[in-house]
Each structure stands twice: as structure tokens, then as C-alpha cells.
T-cell receptor
Framework: DARVTQTPRDKVTEMGQEVTMRCQPI?????VFWYRQTMMQGLELLAY????????DSGMPKDRFSAEMPDATLATLKIQPSEPRDSAVYFC?????????????FGEGSRLTVL | GNSVTQMEGPVTLSEEAFLTINCTYT??????LFWYVQYPGEGLQLLLK?????DKGSNKGFEATYRKETTSFHLEKGSVQVSDSAVYFC??????????????FGTGTRLTIIP
């Protein structure tokens, strides 16, 4: 089965450290999304890409977060420096936009704990 | 902008009870509407969808009807099972000339079914 793969599944780090989360979208999908999930805020859209080009990253704190898609098989989300308030589950999702299905396929998430 | 408001949780029901989770939306155009489900420790997955007014989406015994006049997309199931325990997210997608764009999610409703 095709699936979105995220690494790491769990990450515990100390405040100030750099964190990089990786996502392998489903082959053939043209759109990749990064979401953050917390109990307080629910699901928040951080950034998304179409055909590897960033379309919207307005949900992302620009001073410490960056998102890239160096090739079609890899999307990255980097936090530098990390802070305790960044503790959350980060989800990557991919889809093929253009067929009007609207279905996104989510990875299992990367749980980040910043101490 | 577009937004989704869904029923506050948590919701606890006995097995075989009738389920309704309310969802209303605000949109400037003609969105597609979705219900996603998140089982413990997993990412979200599409449960059902409806792309135009009066459409009914259905899957696994769940149903939801796109009601444009009340801007609602309530999720229902006639007889819930313990395996339905999960978090349910209502979502809409903005439509553009290029097909559906990003999804806007509600805050999620945690459902627990007790035997």
C-alpha cells in the first residue's frame, strides 16, 4: 500500500536544539502539507507545496521554522532553535490536487517534545 | 475566510447508540465538505465526503448530508461500535480553477464508545 512516511516518529530534545522532521509523500502526488496538532489549538496548517513550490507558509513562525521540498520524494520541516511551545505532533499529508477529490493522505505523525 | 465549527467533545456513548456530531461551516464560495477520522496513534484518514449541495457521503455506516441552506454537514451513525472510538474532524476545501486547494479543519470531536 502506498503511504506517507514520516521520520522520526518520536523526538525528545532540549530547548535551543535544531529539529528536522522528514516526510516522504506518496509517489505521484503533487501537493504536500505540513500540519501541527496540539490539544489547545487542534490542527493548524503550517505550510504547503504544490509541485515542490511553496504555495503558502503563512501559518508558520518564520523566525524559527522553515519548510522545503528538495525533491519530489522528500519534504522537510526544520525548527531552529526549538522551544517548549513547539511540542506537538507534526503531520505531513499529500494529495493529488486537480482531480477535485480533496482527499489527503496523512502520515502517522512526528511527536516532538521540547524540554 | 473559511471556517469550520464542530461539536465540542468529548462524546461518550454506549455501544449501539445513535451518533450525531454537528458541523457547520462558513465559506465564501462552494466548498467540498469532508469528515476525517483519527484513530489513536495514527494520522487522519478520510471517512466520507460530499462535493455539492444535497450530496450525501457515506462509509462504514456513517453518513453526512451537505446542507447549503443551513451550512451544515452533520455526521450520523445509527448504531455505534467500540471500534468507532476515535477523533472525528469536519473539514472543507476551498475550490479554485485548479481544483481543491487546502483543507480547513474543525477542532475535532473525541468519541468514546463503551461496551
Amino acid at each position: 500500500d502506498a503511504r506517507v512516511t514520516q521520520t522520526p516518529r518520536d523526538k525528545v530534545t532540549e530547548m535551543g536544539q535544531e529539529v528536522t522532521m522528514r516526510c516522504q509523500p506518496i509517489l505521484g502526488h503533487n501537493t504536500v502539507f505540513w500540519y501541527r496538532q496540539t490539544m489547545m489549538q487542534g490542527l493548524e496548517l503550517l505550510a504547503y507545496f504544490r509541485n515542490r513550490a511553496p504555495l503558502d507558509d503563512s501559518g508558520m513562525p518564520k523566525d524559527r521554522f522553515s519548510a522545503e521540498m528538495p525533491d519530489a520524494t522528500l519534504a522537510t520541516l526544520k525548527i531552529q532553535p526549538s522551544e517548549p511551545r513547539d511540542s506537538a505532533v507534526y503531520f505531513c499529508a499529500s494529495g493529488f490536487i486537480g482531480t477535485n477529490t480533496g482527499e489527503l493522505f496523512f502520515g502517522e505523525g512526528s511527536r516532538l517534545t521540547v524540554l | 475566510g473559511n471556517s469550520v465549527t464542530q461539536m465540542e467533545g468529548p462524546v461518550t456513548l454506549s455501544e449501539e447508540a445513535f451518533l450525531t456530531i454537528n458541523c457547520t461551516y462558513t465559506a465564501t464560495g462552494y466548498p467540498s465538505l469532508f469528515w476525517y477520522v483519527q484513530y489513536p496513534g495514527e494520522g487522519l484518514q478520510l471517512l466520507l465526503k460530499a462535493t455539492k449541495a444535497d450530496d450525501k457521503g457515506s462509509n462504514k455506516g456513517f453518513e453526512a448530508t451537505y446542507r447549503k441552506e443551513t451550512t451544515s454537514f452533520h455526521l450520523e451513525k445509527g448504531s455505534v461500535q467500540v471500534s468507532d472510538s476515535a477523533v472525528y474532524f469536519c473539514a472543507l476545501s476551498e475550490r479554485s480553477n485548479f481544483g481543491n486547494e487546502k483543507l480547513t479543519f474543525g477542532t475535532g470531536t473525541r468519541l468514546t464508545i463503551i461496551p
